[in-house]
Each structure stands twice: as structure tokens, then as C-alpha cells.
């Protein structure tokens, strides 16, 4: 029995965690974290930190896994690359990983290539934050260079707003070090694609849907198709494959996040190497029919990702739709008691909904990724249809505050 290793067991990684069981794997995991809700469903498990490199090969060296992987944790990426490079395991390699990772090295590899997009700089201090806003311009977006989950993220529409924001941003990030990127108003998107041997095979193309206020970089729907027309596609596409050139990844899963600028044109966003969360693993599973962590499962132990598993076998509409509040359909508040689905399921288009929520816990405003406290997934004839119908599901969610 092949054995893989899980860098992060948290919710996002139970999943896939215990399908990469079901498929007749044996799982180790490791976390910092002693209370991560997977650690309990691994078979070898064990407290550490995936932070800490050296840590986590040695543990790796002790259990001799098969493949090494992560699913949703951008933190874990380079750790992956590392184990897999110290054992001799299938891997994307540091080098590519730290340019998938880290903001900073991402932006500069990808002004090498001379590909689109929004103007940066970066700062470690106050005064060099000032010399880079006055160079990107306002409004701008600051954020840590190796955080994720938006947090740390904010609009700055001037220089009173950096001071204000300056300290907590670059008190997020493990290098001390923040990046800062022109605002560009338009329409996010989020693609997912296979790589084989340096051949992209794309698989969807979605709408990243933001709300306004605090949260506006928390995407809380995503649907496909994304609403462009096929030369505007084909445009976003191409930039897709170009991209994943660029940063030097071969094989694995590509996360290349994208916007199309109110001026016309489409400019890369970010790029990641690894299923992201948001539950786009389920949106690509209900779109075109592939199953992305028995993709990545496969990386990992260096085994042949074939068209069979890998290439798009259907085209559907889907629409997710995250539970939040102020704005979203919960309210805000102590919570008195789980909240119930059985209305969400039964709604009109409904394939698959979760919830987060339990008594005790305070639902806040939406301002960072944490704030999705569960979602449903819709499909529809037509991306408006799935999006009408999960939209409509949301407001179904029963839950009650103090």
C-alpha cells in the first residue's frame, strides 16, 4: 500500500484527506496545529509544523512516504517542493514553488516575461511604503507578501489610509514585508488547468464575484462560464498558458487567478500550484467532471495523470455561493444554534451545500476569507441560471443570533 503525506490537516484538507484514503491510499499528515480536524483521520499523524522545513523532512525521512502533497494551504507549497526534493519524490521543485508563492518574486518573474499586469512595488518600512504608493499610484491594494486567506489585505485610496493600514499588514507576514499593486477595477476570475510535461490543459475559466465594503478581496461567488465572449476567452486562456510558462511549472495543478480591466484589457492577478480552496475543487467537479485531488494525488506519486482522469468530459453551469454577513443572507451575531439546510438542499438546482456554523461561535461582517461560514452549489442551464438559483438557496439558510 502506497503511502502519501498531507503538509496541513485542517478542514480544507479533510476532504481530500479521506478521499485519498478511499482510493486505497495509506494518509500521513502533519500540522502545527494539534487540534486540526484532519490530524484525527490520517493514519500516521503527528504535531508539527510544515513552517518549519527541516522539521517536516525529518518526519518525512522517518515515515519514507510515497508522494507528498498539499491541498489548499499556500503556506505549504515550498515545504512540499523541499520534502519532495530531500526523498526523491515527484515535485514541482523550490525554485518554481517560492516563485508561486511568494507575491513579490511572482510579480518580478512575470514582468520578466513581459505579461499584463497591475503595476507593484514592495516595502519593509513606513518611509518605503511611501516611495512605492507614489509609484503604483492610487487606489492600491496592500498586503503581506507570504500571507493568504486576504487577510492583511486593504484599499488604500491615499496616504493617510497607509499609515492607517501599514502596521497590521506588515505584521502578517513570516519576511516582514509588504506588496503593493495598482487597483484595477474590473472583473476577477479564477482558471484551473492540468500540466503535463509543460502542456496546459484548461479546464474552467469562472467569475471571482467580490462584495463591496471591508471584504471586497474575499471572493464570495464564483460561477462558470465566466461572462466573456469566446475572442475574450480565447484571450484569457492564452495569457493562462503563457503564465504558467513564465513561472516554470511542468506538472501539476495551476491556479492562475485573472481580471478583466474595464479598459478591455485582461491582466494576471496571482498564480498558485496547488488546489485552491473556495471550494473550487467541487465547482471543477460539478463544471467538466475531473476530480482535482485524485489529480494531485497522482503528482504526487509520480504516477501517469492520463485524459482519462485528467481532460474535461461535460460542460455544466455552476454557481457557488458562500454564506456571509453584512452583506451576504446571515445575520450578524452570536449564534444560539446550528444552522439548519434542510431548505438550501431542497432548492431548485441544488447539487451539494455545507455548513460552518455552530452555537457559540459570532458570525462577523465578511472581511476576510474566514468570514465564509459555509456555502451552496447550484447548476442551472446557464451560468445566470445557476446563479439565480444559488443565490436564491442562500437566503434559505436557517440560523438564529442572539
Do not use: C
Not at 491541498?71 to 517542493?81: H, K, W
Not at 530531500?86 to 507575491?103: E, M, P, R, S
Amino acid at each position: 500500500m502506497k503511502t502519501v503525506l498531507f503538509l496541513g490537516a485542517g478542514r480544507h484538507q479533510r476532504a481530500a484527506i479521506l478521499h485519498a484514503k478511499e482510493l486505497g491510499l495509506r494518509v500521513a499528515a502533519i500540522d502545527g496545529n494539534p487540534n486540526a480536524l484532519a490530524l484525527g483521520d490520517a493514519d500516521i499523524a503527528e504535531v508539527v509544523n510544515f513552517v518549519d522545513i527541516p522539521s517536516a523532512i525529518a518526519f518525512a525521512e522517518k515515515i519514507r512516504p510515497d508522494g507528498v502533497l498539499t491541498i489548499t494551504s499556500d503556506r505549504a507549497v515550498v515545504a512540499v517542493a523541499a520534502v519532495a526534493e530531500a526523498l526523491g519524490l515527484a515535485g514541482i521543485g523550490v525554485d518554481v514553488a517560492t516563485g508561486l508563492t511568494h507575491k513579490l518574486e511572482m510579480r518580478r518573474r512575470i514582468e520578466a516575461a513581459g505579461l499584463p499586469q497591475p503595476r507593484f512595488g514592495s516595502a519593509r518600512t513606513i518611509d518605503e511604503a511611501r516611495e512605492t504608493v507614489a509609484h503604483v499610484g492610487f487606489p492600491n491594494v496592500i498586503k503581506p507578501v507570504d500571507s493568504g486567506g486576504q487577510r492583511g489585505v486593504f484599499r488604500l485610496e491615499n496616504v493617510d489610509d497607509l499609515e492607517a493600514r501599514f502596521d497590521a499588514t506588515v505584521a502578517l507576514s513570516h519576511r516582514g514585508e509588504v506588496i503593493v499593486e495598482q487597483f484595477v477595477d474590473g472583473v476577477e476570475m479564477n482558471a484551473m488547468a492540468v500540466v503535463r510535461d509543460g502542456a496546459v490543459m484548461q479546464l474552467t475559466l469562472s467569475d471571482r464575484l467580490r462584495p463591496p465594503g471591508e471584504g471586497f478581496a474575499v471572493g464570495w461567488i464564483h460561477a462558470y462560464p465566466a461572462a466573456l465572449d469566446d475572442e475574450r476567452t480565447a484571450e484569457a486562456e492564452a495569457l493562462v498558458e503563457r503564465t504558467v510558462h513564465a513561472l516554470g511549472l511542468r506538472n501539476g495543478i495551476a491556479f492562475p487567478q485573472l481580471i478583466a480591466d474595464v479598459d478591455g484589457s485582461i491582466k494576471v492577478i496571482e498564480v498558485a500550484a496547488r488546489i485552491p480552496g473556495g471550494q473550487m475543487a467541487d465547482l471543477v467537479q460539478h463544471a467538466v467532471g475531473v476530480d482535482l485531488v485524485e489529480v494531485a494525488l497522482r503528482f504526487a506519486l509520480g504516477e501517469p495523470v492520463t485524459d482519462s482522469i485528467a481532460a474535461p468530459k461535460q460542460r455544466q453551469a455552476v454557481a457557488i455561493r458562500f454564506f456571509t454577513a453584512e452583506p451576504g443572507p446571515l445575520p450578524a451575531g452570536k449564534v444560539k444554534a446550528p444552522a439548519s439546510l434542510a431548505r438550501v438542499l431542497a432548492a431548485p438546482g441544488v447539487v451539494q451545500a455545507a455548513s460552518y456554523i455552530v452555537a457559540g461561535e459570532t458570525i462577523r461582517p465578511v472581511k476576510v476569507d474566514g468570514d465564509r461560514r459555509g456555502y451552496v452549489i447550484a447548476v442551472g442551464a446557464t451560468g445566470p441560471e445557476a446563479l439565480e438559483r444559488a443565490e436564491a438557496a442562500a437566503r434559505l439558510v436557517d440560523v438564529e443570533v442572539e
